[in-house]
């Protein structure tokens, strides 16, 4: 069994990590300050080719595979989890759908510009009222002609204000449950479309999150995504890779923080020598350095079981639950490091304490993903 990195893969991560130090590490505090999301970022990894990479190069994306993927999301998110939450809400939940389950034409129409990083896309699945159970859903489209027509209210959608297409899930078959869902690729310019509120959060305040109101959205039928009623199939499908991202982003997250820590901890002195010499902070390093190699080793895994044409849900759930874990523990502990410096917003460590809270909500909480673990297990 080999654990070493194909060289594309080394490249493209030592090509993203170089970057990251110098072009977003600098600003990452200050785009969380001002709550900005930074549009000149994204075009800057656009010209880097990455904002497609597990889409075909037929589509402009970089065909690479989740491996690749997961690699430079770890990047984003080891300098600013708001960044890095944002390209993997582009990539697995705006951009993937539509090269998975899309027409050639909706391919060429709406994925080529998302794969090439002319614009960003989004996913609307949460509601106000639905929280876990997604499923519960009031928004609903309905068939006049050779149109749908939507309606209703989606909660927490990363990217929504600053997107250029965003799939939608509606209900078109009232009381059919799971088989009366299904996706439509949505333009915000369409009459009807609002973002209502961009949320405030306890952190990642670069990536945008709204409430958005669909009144009357009329879409034309080839803005179906796939057939009516296979919404719900296609969102299982692409919360697999998504978790992935996701465990990615939480093992970028803990990376950063613990790297955070362990700088401090070699240069800070007390007593004569640095604070990292002392058993208590030296143990906690260790202790940081090996739940980082877990929840990587663990996402590595999901992340070539994806590609190998693997049913995934296990380890994609597994990938996620642990990493998202670690990365606040981790995050946790490198605030404790730092003592009261850590407190601040001069160091990174709260932020990374901020931001990895939502890796054990977003994309399933940690309740949902011990739920689907059970449910493998037959239980």
């Known amino acids: 069994m080999d654990f070493s990195l194909p060289d594309e893969h080394r490249m493209i991560r030592e090509s993203v990590r170089e970057f990251c130090d110098a072009e977003i590490a600098p600003?990452?505090?200050?785009?969380?300050?001002?709550?900005?999301?930074?549009?000149?970022?994204?075009?800057?990894?656009?010209?880097?080719?990455?904002?497609?990479?597990?889409?075909?190069?037929?589509?402009g994306g970089l065909g690479g595979d989740q491996l690749m993927y997961a690699l430079v999301t770890e990047q984003l998110g080891r300098v600013s989890g708001a960044i890095g939450l944002s390209y993997a809400a582009h990539v697995s939940?705006?951009?993937?759908?539509?090269?998975?389950?899309?027409?050639?034409?909706?391919?060429?129409?709406?994925?080529?510009?998302?794969?090439?990083?002319?614009?960003?896309?989004?996913?609307?699945?949460?509601?106000?009222?639905?929280?876990?159970?997604?499923?519960?859903?009031?928004?609903?489209?309905?068939?006049?002609?050779?149109?749908?027509?939507?309606?209703?209210?989606?909660?927490f959608i990363t990217n929504a204000n600053v997107a250029g297409s965003v799939l939608v899930k509606a209900v078109t078959e009232p009381g059919a449950g799971y088989d009366g869902i299904s996706t439509f690729i949505v333009d915000p310019e369409d009459d009807g479309f609002e973002v209502t509120t961009v949320w405030d959060k306890m952190g990642l305040n670069a990536s945008p999150t709204c409430e958005i109101q669909l009144n009357g959205v009329r879409v034309p039928e080839d803005r179906l995504l796939g057939d009516p009623g296979d919404g719900w199939t296609q969102t299982k499908q692409t919360l697999d890779g998504g978790r992935i991202s996701i465990a990615a982003l939480s093992v970028g997250l803990a990376q950063g923080a613990f790297e955070a820590a362990l700088s401090y901890a070699t240069e800070r002195e007390q007593f004569g020598q640095p604070i990292g010499e002392?058993?208590?902070?030296?143990?906690?390093?260790?202790?940081?350095?090996?739940?980082?190699?877990?929840?990587?080793?663990?996402?590595?895994?999901?992340?070539?079981?994806?590609?190998?044409?693997?049913?995934?849900?296990?380890?994609?759930?597994?990938?996620?639950l642990d990493a998202s874990e670690i990365s606040r523990e981790v995050a946790e502990d490198a605030v404790q490091v730092l003592g009261g410096y850590g407190y601040t917003t001069d160091f990174a460590p709260q932020r990374f304490f901020r931001d990895a809270k939502l890796m054990e909500i977003g994309e399933g909480t940690s309740e949902i993903q011990r739920l689907v673990l059970g449910r493998e297990l037959g239980l």
């Open 278 to 320: 002392f058993d208590a902070v030296r143990d906690m390093l260790v202790a940081m350095d090996r739940k980082v190699e877990r929840a990587r080793l663990l996402t590595h895994k999901a992340a070539v079981a994806y590609d190998s044409g693997e049913d995934v849900t296990r380890l994609s759930s597994m990938a996620k």
């Open 27 to 59: 600003i990452a505090q200050e785009i969380e300050d001002e709550h900005r999301f930074p549009a000149e970022i994204f075009d800057q990894l656009a010209q880097l080719d990455v904002m497609g990479v597990p889409i075909d190069e037929t589509y």
């Open 93 to 155: 939940l705006g951009a993937k759908p539509i090269e998975l389950f899309g027409s050639e034409a909706q391919k060429e129409t709406w994925l080529r510009p998302l794969a090439t990083g002319e614009s960003l896309g989004a996913w609307a699945l949460t509601e106000p009222g639905s929280g876990s159970d997604a499923s519960d859903m009031d928004t609903t489209a309905e068939r006049d002609g050779d149109e749908w027509v939507l309606t209703g209210t989606k909660q």
